[in-house]
């Protein structure tokens, strides 16, 4: 089992930038995958980032491709999702979730944390 709690959310200006972090406990959160979603009011959970335990360059939705940035630290079992040039489109509330080595499926996630990108 792994419990996942993010942080960092809050509310911005349009342009501005926000750090989340996602702090893992539990089994150990080196050999998941990582990754962030978002679900904006009305719509769907969408995927916007992941990266593989190892680390890595990440990957990323279309929509935030050069603004975002996933990172892991597996010292401190904690991920992060750097978001700059942020958008009103940004809105969201944000979880971060983990998936097992080698499967396809997000098995553990957090319980959000509110972005507001204000115009």
């Known amino acids: 089992q792994v419990q996942l709690v993010e942080s960092g959310g809050g509310l911005v200006q349009a342009g501005g930038s926000l750090r989340l972090s996602c702090a893992a406990s539990?089994?150990?959160?080196?050999?998941?995958?990582a990754g962030w979603f978002r679900q904006a009011p009305g719509k769907e959970r969408e995927f916007v980032a992941a990266?593989?335990?190892?680390?890595?360059?990440?990957s990323y939705a279309d929509s935030v491709k050069g603004r975002f940035t996933i990172s892991r630290d597996n010292a401190k079992n904690t991920a992060y999702l750097q978001m700059n040039s942020l958008k009103p489109e940004d809105t969201a509330v944000y979880y971060c979730?983990?998936?097992?080595?080698?499967?396809?499926?997000?098995?553990?996630w957090g319980q959000g944390t509110q972005v507001t990108v204000s115009s």
């Open positions: 979730a983990a998936r097992r080595s080698g499967g396809s499926i997000w098995n553990y």
């Open positions: 539990g089994q150990a959160f080196s050999r998941y995958g």
């Open positions: 990266i593989w335990w190892s680390g890595g360059p990440g």
